[in-house]
């Protein structure tokens, strides 16, 4: 349809209870009145609203059953609080060198000090419940020269690039070789199982990370709704079908933030998966229920910090490129009718598409592992078309299996002692979609790999990847936590444990054995997983999206913060729901959100079964042309994003980056929030406020950005605009500000030809690089570099390869901005420039003669 998404005028007093992803609701019944639709089409639309909300009334008894048990299991089995205070570590007794650092004897505890590399220390408080290490990637170290000094005030254990001073109180001191101090930490303090650890916070400090976070990027500006500095659970939550910017927790906490200041900035990552809080205030405070006091201290320069971050607990594997493309997905396409008809309307449209995903309306009955063969007859053959059509084929999969003797997977399971019971030994049965439900438990590696093996045959119909939805586990409740009670019991790789330990790696651990499962049954094919919930390491399996956003600007805006955040958590590819999963967005929200996603690497339309449907041509034009031309633009850029994906998997960066990256001294981008870089490359400033149009078909306004130093070019319009200040760009409905940074090497395609744009440097050189292969699977690659030399009027490209797969272009252009191109030589041969362009083949240098 075209047009605008139906108004509601008046409701009428029918209230439906509405129990939807773990949360009660009192919803009015609305009435639909619209001029271009008949009666019968509105009462028949009423009707449907009301089936709808009436669906949901089955989930109550058992919700309600469910939330009573819970917290009746939880009063009679969790450990009851410590009542003794918190207490130091004492005194320091006595120090010991070890072969990676030092130990030390504390009257109270002991403390292990352990480098890494030589700017990434471990340090280990005992006692506590070691972790099992889900999270880390990297074990064999090379061993590291330290030093370890007696001080007046306690020792000093040193490597080359970092002190670490240990109090007789036991506060540690991070400082450089230098003696710079980067972190100086408090003595931690136990009180029975818990943990409370705080370190200093210079005045202008600036906090980072968390995972993903519905706040503003810089953590430590959050205020609560009593002004106070803002306490941020790490605790997977699903806030519900929706939330909003402030909501906290999110799907995916991980316990790790980057703290910049004026003298550098450090990352640390505490492997403790127990429900925790942090505070941000005069001091950073973290307080673990459970656990032991373990955590990672690294120092440098932002990507320094992620790069080491990403050796610990790993890098992304290169994902297959078309997964980089555009993806449509919505509850409520039920048929493969309805999901054909999409792919073609795609075509109709003339727009590109990369993948459709299903979500549980395909379902039987909503239980894992299924589609509907009565609405999905010829699924095989299905996606086979739809993969003719470039389209690639995703199914939705929920962790909770159907309570049901009828049900196959629940009787291999309980054959296999897969699920999670409670402290009694009773199956833990929360309700979920497909109604009573069990959870299989992924700290089990038997579990593991009973659950790899059930994405075999949908893998052979032609799935091309999954993502997995609910996995904090969430469950439908009344009140309280929306998840498993924290007593329930957990294999945790034969040791045992409980909930308040497994939750936090569930999602991750579901992510795994997906992983894996596309690894042994496709060899050939790189697995496509897509994940809610998560932990640190979730990067090495899956991607992720921002959930149940709501359709308005402040959660567009919010988009920004959250999928940077993330970048600085170790998880890269993420995006939002183009347009907010829950609401109607107007045709000016949907396309700014389309435009902001068009930079970001997750590219889906995503919409509830509640609202509704969304496509780029829902609003009609001139929205679906302007939304073609920024498809367009996606696909055309996929070289540049293609190689930044590369560069995820050799060094950790994320593709999307705060403006402070590379610019870290300049402390007027620390706060910048509603802009990000894509690369080094290209900088972007989404619209993210309503614009007021000058006239019923024009929209103009302007846009404040504070820009990195240096000179960059409008991308549209090569205007040269000076960074180091804030400017005010101008704003249409057709573009939002896109800037080029002086200096780079802009890959692009089109059809077969390879187009680099060239923003040669004020003096000096500047490089880039394009990586290819065949897009997927693991075969040859190739590594192109080419190198930008600047010398007065002078202007030089040397291309240098590596690697034996074959150059996948036909020919080269070459686009130069910011001078005038007078003659060109290609490989000593001159050459015709027209346009500041130049067409060629291989070649290993071209010159240019400008002014």
Known sequence: M??????????????????????????????????????????????????????????????????????????????????????????????????????????????????????????????????????????????????????????????????????????????????????????????????????????????????????????????????????????NYDPAGSYSPGTDPMYICIPLYLGLHDRGSYLIFYENSFRAEFTFADLATAQFEGGSLRYYVTVGQPPHLIERYTQLTGRPPLPARWALGYHQSRWGYRTEANVREEARAFQTHNLPLSAIHLDIDCQVGHRAFTIDPQRFPELASFTQELAKLGVRFIAINNPGIKYSRHNNLFLEGQILNAFCTYPNGELALAPVWAGRTVFPDFTNPLVRAWWSRQYAYLLDVGVSGFWHDMNEPAVFVYWGDHSLPKVTQHCLEGRGGDHREAHNVYGLLEAEAAYESIRQYRPQQRPFIVSRSGWAGLQRYAWTWTGDTISTWEALRQTVSTVVGLGLSGIPYTGPDIGGFQGNPTAEIYLRWFQMATFLPFYRTHSSTSV????????????????????????????????????????????????????????????????????DALLICPIVQEAKPISTTEFRSTRTISLPAGRWYNFWDDTVIE??????????????????????????????????????PQSGKSEGYVYSDRGDGYGESRLDRFRLLRNGESLELIWERQGNYDFPYQTVQLNIHGVSVQQAWVDEQEAIAQRQQLQCHLFRRVRFSCN
């Not at 402070?660 to 990000?676: I, K, P, T």
Request: with cysteine; glycine share 6%.
């Open 2 to 235: 075209t047009g605008k998404p139906l108004q509601v005028n008046f409701k009428i007093p029918v209230s439906i209870i509405f129990v939807c992803s773990g949360k009660i609701a009192l919803f009015d019944c609305p009435i639909i009145k619209d001029s271009t639709m008949g009666f019968f089409q509105q009462l028949l639309l009423q009707l449907k609203f009301v089936l709808k909300s009436l669906f949901f009334l089955q989930y109550t008894p058992n919700t309600l059953f469910y939330s009573y048990k819970r917290d009746r299991l939880e009063e009679k089995y969790l450990p009851k609080p410590s009542s003794e205070p918190f207490a130091p570590p004492g005194k320091l007794v006595e120090a010991t060198a070890t072969d990676r650092g030092a130990y030390f004897y504390f009257e109270q505890a002991e403390l292990d000090i352990s480098f890494l590399t030589p700017d990434l220390v471990r340090v280990n408080w005992f006692p506590g419940l070691p972790p099992i290490p889900y999270a880390i990637a990297k074990q064999d170290w090379d061993v590291v020269e330290t030093t370890l000094t007696e001080r007046d005030n306690g020792w000093a254990i040193a490597s080359e690039a970092l002190t670490i001073e240990v109090g007789i109180d036991g506060s540690l001191t991070f400082s450089d070789e230098a003696g710079q101090i980067w972190r100086e930490e408090l003595p931690p303090e136990r009180q029975g199982e818990q943990w409370l650890h705080r370190a200093c916070l210079r005045p202008q400090e600036h906090i980072y990370g968390l995972g993903e976070r519905a706040s503003s990027l810089n953590l430590r500006a959050a205020k609560d709704e009593r002004q106070k500095p803002k306490t941020y659970q790490i605790w």
């Open 612 to 679: 509704e449907p969304r496509t780029p041509w829902s609003y009609g034009e001139p929205y679906l042309s302007i939304m073609r031309r920024f498809l367009q633009l996606r696909y055309q850029l996929m070289p540049y994003f293609y190689t930044l994906a590369w560069e995820a998997t050799q060094k950790g960066y994320p593709p999307v980056r705060p403006l402070f990256w590379f610019n870290w001294e300049e402390r007027s981008l620390w706060d910048v929030e509603d802009a990000f870089c894509l690369g």
């Open 723 to 760: 960074g180091g200040k804030t400017t005010q760009l101008e704003v249409s409905l057709e573009q939002i500000p896109l800037l080029v940074r002086e200096g780079s090497i802009l890959p692009m395609e089109k059809e077969k030809q390879l187009i680099l744009h060239l923003y040669p």
